[in-house]
Structures are given as C-alpha cells and as structure tokens.
T-cell receptor, first 114, second 113 residues
Framework: DSGVTQTPKHLITATGQRVTLRCSPR?????VYWYQQSLDQGLQFLIQ???????AKGNILERFSAQQFPDLHSELNLSSLELGDSALYFC?????????????FGPGTRLTVL | AQSVTQPDIHITVSEGASLELRCNYS??????LFWYVQSPGQGLQLLLK??????LVQGIKGFEAEFKRSQSSFNLRKPSVHWSDAAEYFC???????????FGTGTKLQVIP
C-alpha cells in the first residue's frame, strides 16, 4: 500500500459526459501528479500540482482540468468524454516538486467510456 | 526533449534464470533515471533510481541497474528471477530543470516454471 488513495476504483460512463476523479496523497506529500495509461499511448504524464499550484503540464487535453485543494487532495475533471478517453488514470504523490523525488502511485481509476 | 525507449515489449524467462531489461534514454545532460514495476491491477512502485555517483545502483527486490553514459542506457538486471517478478517494468527519465518525468512504454515480464 503506497498510502495514495484514489476514488472511484471503476467508472463507467457515456460519451459526452463529465466525470471527476479524486486523489488523496500520502500524508506529508505536497506534490500530486496525474497520469493516463492506455494500451496505445502507454503511461502519459498529464499534470502536476505542488501545494495547490500547478507546476508542470504534460499531454493534458483542454477538455481535462485538475486542481489541488488546501487539504492537498486533488481532483481530475474530464469533460465531453470520448471513447478514446477510456484508460486507467493514476495519481501519484511526492514530498517535493523536483524530478528526483520518488513518486508514490495510487491504485488507479479505470474509466470506461461507452 | 527527453525520451525513453524500452525496445522489448514482452520478455519471457524461466524461474531462476537471470534477467536484463533494456532502457535507452535521450537527454542532453545527466538525467535522473528510474525503474518502476507495475504488478497486475496495481499502481507503479519504484524499484531504484540514479541521480549521480556510483553508476551501479541497487534497488528493492534484488534488482540492480547500471548507468552507462556512453551508451545512453540504464538496463535493469536481476541474477535469479522469481515467479513473483512477473509484472510490467517501466524505465523513466527526468531532469532537475523541471518536474516532468517521462516514462517508457514498458516491458512485460513473464516468468515460466
């Protein structure tokens, strides 16, 4: 158990809908990262927050947004969902914001868009 | 831009045999290099990392990796594989300038009796 929790574990929804994925980092970690893992794209970095502020952005679509709240939990919002958004979404956390910090991964949320 | 190549999508080894998983990176300066493992239905777990110093790094679960600057490689090794090592392994590269870590496409390891 990494100490990172993600809810829900599974999510099934329809095209055009909007969903919110939630992540609680390990106690004491200030950075939260979001990744998308799919069969064709592999593991793709989406976005990172550090202590409530956006720190780095990867291949995140404009239909996707994220935020980190004062209690350090984070939410990833996916809107106007398409079939291709079906994937496993991971959250990770680390104590600092730099690349050398070990990232601890949550169990993931499996999103299925029908 | 930094990138990582894991040339082997799938590898099968016999239990007790040695293992080497290949990783090549592209980055201008000295990179931060990582190996993560993902067991079925689980998130990723860090096996080991290299930032500087000794180019042979030891990790958890009996794994080690060697940084070879001349070959831009960071191959993962284990002298004797156990059935519980069956998983997907990801090599990743980051740098100190910004926070993004780039992951390779992964190598799936199958262990046969």
């Amino acid at each position: 158990d990494s100490g990172v929790t993600q809810t829900p574990k599974h999510l099934i929804t329809a095209t055009g809908q909007r969903v919110t994925l939630r992540c609680s980092p390990r106690s004491g970690d200030l950075s939260v990262y979001w990744y998308q893992q799919s069969l064709d794209q592999g593991l793709q970095f989406l976005i990172q927050y550090y202590n409530g502020e956006e720190r780095a952005k990867g291949n995140i679509l404009e239909r996707f947004s994220a935020q980190q709240f004062p209690d350090l939990h984070s939410e990833l919002n996916l809107s106007s969902l398409e079939l291709g958004d079906s994937a496993l979404y991971f959250c990770a956390s680390s104590v600092g914001s730099a690349a050398h910090n070990e990232q601890f991964f949550g169990p993931g949320t499996r999103l299925t868009v029908l | 831009a930094q990138s990582v190549t894991q040339p082997d999508i799938h590898i099968t080894v016999s239990e007790g045999a040695s293992l080497e998983l290949r990783c090549n990176y592209s980055y201008g300066a000295t990179p931060y290099l990582f190996w993560y493992v993902q067991s079925p239905g689980q998130g990723l777990q860090l096996l080991l990392k290299y930032f500087s110093g000794d180019t042979l790094v030891q990790g958890i679960k009996g794994f080690e990796a060697e940084f070879k600057r001349s070959q831009s490689s960071f191959n993962l090794r284990k002298p004797s594989v156990h059935w519980s090592d069956a998983a997907e392994y990801f090599c990743a590269v980051g740098n100190g300038g910004y926070q993004k870590v780039t992951f390779g496409t992964g190598t799936k390891l199958q262990v046969i009796p």
